[in-house]
């Protein structure tokens, strides 16, 4: 069982950065990536950026560029730059342990034009 806690949302205009977190912790984990979702209001939870144990990271169309994830033994780190009023979604982490996805509870990213 693994749970995860995001942190480092909030308020910030548009072309601000900010930097989200996300801890894993529990008992014998085995996790072999780590990433971040994304669900703005009305809209689907999409895809933003994942990195596996192996170094590799991958990541959406609209965040290239812009945003990087980093991961660090249990943590995993998004660093997001020029922002866009169109990033505005609940950012939620997740994390892959043996086949079985796990999610944290998401932390809000609002960004004004």
Same mark, same amino acid.
């Given at each position: 069982q693994v749970q995860l806690v995001e942190s480092g949302g909030g308020f910030v205009q548009a072309g601000g950065s900010l930097r989200l977190a996300c801890a894993a912790s529990g008992t014998d984990f085995n996790i072999s990536n780590m990433g971040w979702y994304r669900q703005a209001p009305g809209k689907q939870r999409d895809f933003v950026a994942r990195a596996n144990i192996g170094g590799s990271?991958?990541? &959406? !169309?609209?965040? %290239?560029?812009?945003? =990087?994830? &980093?991961? !660090? !033994? +249990? *943590?995993?780190? @998004?660093? *997001? +730059? &020029? @922002?866009?009023? %169109?990033? =505005? !979604?609940v950012y939620y982490c997740f994390a892959k342990d043996r086949g079985v996805d796990y999610w944290g509870q998401g932390t809000q990213v609002t960004v004004s034009s």
């Amino acid at each position: 069982q693994v749970q995860l806690v995001e942190s480092g949302g909030g308020f910030v205009q548009a072309g601000g950065s900010l930097r989200l977190a996300c801890a894993a912790s529990g008992t014998d984990f085995n996790i072999s990536n780590m990433g971040w979702y994304r669900q703005a209001p009305g809209k689907q939870r999409d895809f933003v950026a994942r990195a596996n144990i192996g170094g590799s990271t991958y990541y &959406s !169309a609209s965040v %290239e560029g812009r945003f =990087t994830i &980093s991961k !660090a !033994a +249990n *943590m995993v780190y @998004l660093q *997001m +730059n &020029s @922002l866009k009023p %169109e990033d =505005t !979604a609940v950012y939620y982490c997740f994390a892959k342990d043996r086949g079985v996805d796990y999610w944290g509870q998401g932390t809000q990213v609002t960004v004004s034009s």
